[in-house]
């Protein structure tokens, strides 16, 4: 099986989304470590997606601290 997903975090200040940006790497490796602990019953489950959200967002937080106010997004999410 096959899952494709794009995210999109918007963050609250110009120095979270430049913290971002310098750590994208870093983000990008949490967020597929998040991905690749789900097996595809988990990740198919409903209410599995707002799950990773909040996953998504902690890893997030973990980089701009946890008082930056962001949001996750998954404007792609595929599974075949």
Avoid at 1 to 23: C, H, N, W, Y
Avoid at 44 to 73: C, H, M, N, W, Y
């Amino acid at each position: 099986r096959f899952l494709m997903t794009s995210v999109a975090i918007s963050v609250g200040t110009e120095d979270a989304q430049k913290a971002l940006s310098e750590r994208q790497v870093e983000l990008r490796d949490r967020i597929t470590t998040i991905l690749e602990t789900r097996t595809m019953a988990q990740l198919t489950a409903p209410g599995e997606r707002d799950s990773l959200k909040v996953k998504i967002a902690a890893a997030a937080a973990a980089i701009v601290g946890p008082k930056v106010p962001l949001r996750v997004f998954l404007p792609q999410f595929v599974i075949q």
